[in-house]
């Protein structure tokens, strides 16, 4: 119990997981249900708004999810796979 | 059915490796194209005096030895070939191969390549001037210029068509007047002129003749005669007649016009291949914006009433009067209503397009003259016209303006990295003054007249998408703002000293100069006050090594003009620009871009396009139109509009979830934001197979 709550706040200061998406995008949405699901936190970003973002990334399509460690990319799922995306979740 | 080897390259643009396009695909398509295809249908000349000989004792060209001699030809062609010009996708090489490059009278062989073309253009247009060839001709395959497709299309050749292609003119309300219209339509749609009319001053249906009330049938009539007019004129089956007809929002018909577009309309009322625009003065938008009620016109009463027509009166002024004079018969209807029909008309057509009168006159140089009344097909042409009074045989008809324009583009991105804004405005400017010279609408007097005192050409720009992206600038921040603040002043500069000098050494100006807002100085108040230099520093960056004009040297060209005068009327106006943005690699004109990777259907394949300079890295940078807030695209034409002094085709990208009330609201931001006109509506249908940027 106390370790549980030792663990999240430090998890959430060193890992994050970054959403390029955009509008009126079925795959998208797709990935946003699964993560909304399993009660991920995420942040989201349209390409398009930030494309100089996309292009420190080198986000190509969307939906790209990231998982970010201290700003490292750990790994990063393009699509709505969600077998991949469970194993980007779990490291 | 056997593919294409170059379409097979072309496709395999889309196919993904490591989640990025294969882009490099489309140079293996170009090359394809040209060893598979373009060379192998492209008839061999040993040498080039043979080829020159050839083309000209077949009459393919015209005799170019008139005003040069082949050395001088051989100097312009190597310099051109030495450039070593490359079609950068295949889509440019293909337009170009499809639509443009002289063929063999079989139409199997082709005659020219690109830089053939090329130099034919800048020979023809140089008349025996050596070095203006060489001008040209370096501008041309540089690619930071391109005069419209009427004259890179048909200059230099023996059997062509003419070398401008946009016309316009007011039609009197009485038969003669009628008559003249329709037959200026048939002769300008022959030689494949796009022409628009002002119907406005027509009574409206109901209206008297000879004073016996309700015997006018209105516009509708004179619609249906023009459209039948324009396809029946088609220059040869070659290609269909297009025309254009704009009336006044306060014209009784107005409904009636607008109900014409609507698809479930009766076909006796429907008109399907004529343009129509509306005319939109101030008052209108003043009482849609308050929700008032708007009176409509009866323009005969009016006429009878005042001596003046309806259309060319000020309507701040004269609307109340109008409301309250008994003698004038009107229509009450409500003006937001009026605004929600023609939103509504447009999301069902894409028209009407909107010409804002008073943000077209207020800004107007030549408003002691005239006003300007009304637009033409792509709503960038704004300048003044008058009504001619054509009269029986044996009595003198009384030809007022006509407007004739010939224009062309500037290609933003290639005239920014090979810092020559300065040398391309000028020798464009002389390109199109050439245009206007030769060009001699003889059939068409009132169209003839305006071209032969004013002058009037439209240098326009293109690849602003395309450029901004390349730089890595979102095409809706305030660096594109800031960018074209001061490449399109840098325009508006170089234009206007060259018209000054053509007009300094010609000894001649416009007719009318002397009454202008540029011989009074009043035009040039935005820009002797203060520098207009680049706020941000990446826009700085962007110009670094290229002069920009001070307030100083604005001062210098105010007193140079007031000195000598200009010879053009009016100078800039940026069209829409289709095909000859494909052939330069360009984004067209200066709107938003809608793919990112274009998709379009020849026969029986498909070809993907690319836009220009688009990289894997840059890709988010080609954000769609219709994804854009409309507003910020408004806003950005609303700078370059401020050094412009005709129109930009503006086109509004809406959604299916936008309503009626949100094109509206669009149509009064424009017109707030000091937009002279609005192009077609398009609306985006919802689909998500549409989503080239989608990962599934």
Known sequence: ??????????????????????????????????????????????????PELAMQFRVRSVPTVILLEQEQELSRVIGFKPEELSALLAS | MVTKKWILLNNEIMVKNDDEFSLGKDKDAVRSYFLDYVNKNTVFFYTLKE?????????????????YTFEQMQEVYDMVYAKKFRFQSFMSAFKFFQSYALRDDSGEKFLERYEDRVVAVSLFLARGDVKQAREYAEMLINQEYQPAT???????????????????????????????AIDSAMKLSSIGGGVSFNLSKIRARGESIKDVEGRAGGVLPIMKILEDTFSYANQLGQRPGAGAVYLNVFHTDIEEFLDCKKINVDEKVRIKSL??????????????????????????????QYGKYLDEMDMDEMYEELVTNPAVKKKKVNARHLMVKIAQTQKESGYPYLFFKGNANRSHALKDIGNVKFSNLCTEIMQISDVSDIEIYGTEDKIRYGISCNLGSLNIATVMDNKRIREAVKTAMRSLTIVSDITNIAMVPSVQK?????????????????????NFIMYESKEALD????????????????????????????VGFKASEYANGNYFTQYIAKDIVPVNEKIAALFEGVEIPTAADWTQL??????????????????????????????ASVMPVVDVIEVREYGDSTTYYPMPYLNNDNYFFYKSAYD????????????????????????????????????AKYYIYAHKMGLKSLYYTRTRKAGIDECVSCSV
């Not at chain 1, 997981?17 to 995008?25: A, G, L, P, Q």
Request: charged share 25%; aromatic share 10%; with cysteine.
């Open chain 2, 558 to 587: 105010m007193n140079d003009v007031k000195e000598h005068g200009i010879f053009h009327a009016y100078r800039l106006a940026i069209a829409p620009n289709q095909s000859t943005s494909y052939i330069m690699n360009a984004t």
């Open chain 2, 275 to 304: 343009s129509i625009g509306v005319v939109v003065p101030d008052k209108f938008m003043e009482l849609a914006e308050k929700d008032e009620a708007c009176y409509l016109f009866h323009p005969h009463t009016v006429l009878k």
């Open chain 2, 483 to 510: 960018f074209c603040n001061v490449f399109f002043m840098m325009v508006n500069f170089y234009s206007l000293q060259s018209s000054m000098e053509i007009a300094r050494e010609r000894k001649e100006t416009f």
């Open chain 2, 51 to 67: 080829k020159i000989d050839y083309l000209i004792e077949q009459e393919y060209y015209i005799d170019f030895y008139q005003w």
């Open chain 2, 628 to 663: 854009m807030d409309q507003k910020n695209v408004l806003r950005l034409i609303s700078v370059i509009q401020k050094h412009v002094d005709q129109g930009i085709s503006t086109i509004l990208h809406t959604n299916t979830k936008d309503t009626t009330r949100d094109i």
């Open chain 2, 450 to 470: 305006a071209n032969k005192e004013l002058h009037s050409v439209g240098l326009g720009a293109m690849n602003l998408h395309g450029f901004l992206a390349k």
């Open chain 2, 150 to 180: 009427p004259t890179f299309l048909n200059s230099g050749k023996k059997r062509s068509g003419e070398l401008v292609s946009c016309f316009l003119d007011e039609i009197g309300d009485n038969l003669n007047g009628i008559g003249y």
């Open chain 1, 1 to 50: 119990m106390r370790a549980d709550l030792i663990k999240k706040p430090s998890q959430m200061s060193t890992k994050r997981i970054i959403k390029f998406e955009k509008d009126d995008c079925n795959p998208c949405n797709m990935v946003s249900e699964y993560l909304d699901r399993k009660g991920i936190v995420y942040e989201t970003i349209n390409p398009f708004n930030q």
